[in-house]
């Protein structure tokens, strides 16, 4: 008798499984957090060094090859502009819906002391002209070395267009660009390999860490912000997929579960980026379009981030017994969206860019020390809000150029 093959779980259930480990794991270990923090995270942050390793060049090539294979400026203009009012329109609805939920509930919240608040907020640049020129690198490699994925997209887009514009010449395929693309791709698959292993080094220490006794009486923050993340997803992405990209929303939610997965594990967009891009294209969104519109959304469209810092800016205000007037909740939500812009994709920096929100109303930027013990866990949430976002946009972004090249050639084909 012939043996049959062993099946391999596919990718998603090693993950699940993964993070049900952690969980289990995280809680046996909540007395001896040192252990998780010395021997298991180090795993995590082996994977994560390797994500970190392999995204900047993505980024680039498969930018780069989206712009080359578009072949026409105006198509990749209309792409970037609808990409961009997207994510503005979807974050600017986060952050009013977060306010508006948190304000319902603002009595739930509990009133923390505020008299021994000390906070020293990370050096930031929110000022929107330095967060300008900070997009332009002035030099080619610095944006690689330094991890910043702004100006590698701008250097993508350069590079791209100057390519577009004189491959014609040398009657040029492009092909050296797409090699580069797909070695980059397959790397990320290998890593990829990884993710269970990764997702359950680096959520384990989380859980041993900030075990039950640390959400105390902040429980409800939380409750809230995670309420709002879930109805925020359930009603924006599912009605936009639905309506706007021609995918049910169950199956979006299904076939985006490895990334949530990943996202809530790593809470780093950027880390979470390689497996974004699979899950979308195998949801149907074409893969020069998923190339160009999620490195972007990782990097500047934050609907979990936005929804975050309306909650929080409610509960600090409540803590220091201030009420926020209507249009200092208008002011939160340009800022935040904003902010949103200029938060990196990577733990933390969400939290950074509460400072700009909170001074932008006047609020006391001491403040943020009430919420930042938590912030992981707000931060593994939001996160996976802010790849979900993104997705949803490369589906629409797809399915409207389909149609609008179906139109076309319609027109072409009924002229005489
Ligand atoms: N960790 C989030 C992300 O990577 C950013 C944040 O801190 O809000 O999307």
Not at 180 to 206: Q, R, T, W
Not at 385 to 407: L, P, Q, Y
Request: proline residues 5%; contains cysteine; glycine residues 8%.
């Amino acid at each position: 008798m012939t043996e049959k093959p062993k099946k391999k779980p596919a990718l998603s259930t090693q993950i699940f499984i993964a993070l049900v480990l952690a969980v289990g794991a995280g809680i046996i270990l909540t007395g001896n957090p040192g252990f998780a923090k010395d021997y298991i995270r180090p795993f995590g942050t082996i994977f994560l060094n390797l994500i970190k390793w392999i995204v900047g060049p993505l980024v680039f090539f498969s930018i780069m090859s989206g712009v080359v294979s578009l072949r026409d400026v105006k198509k990749i203009g209309a792409i970037g502009g609808t990409t961009v009012l997207y994510y503005l329109c979807t974050t600017a609805f986060a952050v009013t819906f977060g306010l508006l939920f948190a304000n319902l509930l603002k009595d739930l919240f509990p009133v923390l002391s505020t008299a021994e608040l000390a906070y020293e907020p990370a050096a930031t640049s929110v000022n929107f002209m330095d967060t300008l020129v900070g997009i332009f690198p002035s030099n080619f490699l610095a944006p690689f070395v330094e991890g910043n994925m702004l100006q590698i997209i701008v250097s993508a887009l350069t590079i791209g267009f100057a390519l577009m514009l004189i491959g014609h010449r040398f009657n040029m395929e492009f092909k050296a660009v797409d090699i580069c693309n797909d070695i980059c791709m397959k790397a990320m698959e290998l890593i990829l390999k990884l993710s269970p292993i990764g997702v359950f080094c680096l959520l384990c220490p989380v859980i041993a860490e900030n075990g039950p006794a640390v959400l105390g009486s902040l429980a409800v923050v939380l409750l809230v912000a995670y309420l709002c993340y879930i109805i925020h997803m359930a009603v924006t992405y599912s009605l936009s997929v639905r309506a706007l990209g021609g995918v049910g929303p169950v199956k979006f939610f299904r076939g985006m579960l490895p990334a949530m997965m990943m996202a809530f594990s790593s809470a780093s967009s950027v880390g979470t980026l390689p497996l974004n891009l699979d899950c979308s294209e195998k949801l149907g969104a074409d893969r020069e379009i998923a190339s160009f519109v999620l490195p972007l959304g990782a990097t500047i469209n934050m609907d979990g981030t936005a929804i975050y810092q309306g909650v929080c800016a409610v509960f600090i205000a409540t803590c220091f017994g201030i009420n926020l007037t209507f249009s200092q909740m208008l002011t939160i939500v340009l800022t935040a969206t904003l902010a949103s812009v200029g938060t990196a994709g990577v733990p933390g920096a969400g939290m950074v860019m509460l400072a700009m929100v909170l001074q932008s109303v006047g609020l006391p930027v001491e403040g943020i020390a009430l919420v930042a013990g938590i912030d992981r866990i707000f931060d593994m949430g939001r996160t996976v809000v802010n790849i979900t976002g993104d997705a949803s946009c490369a589906i629409v972004v797809s399915r409207m150029e389909h149609r609008r090249a179906s139109k076309k050639e319609n027109k072409i084909n009924k002229k005489p």
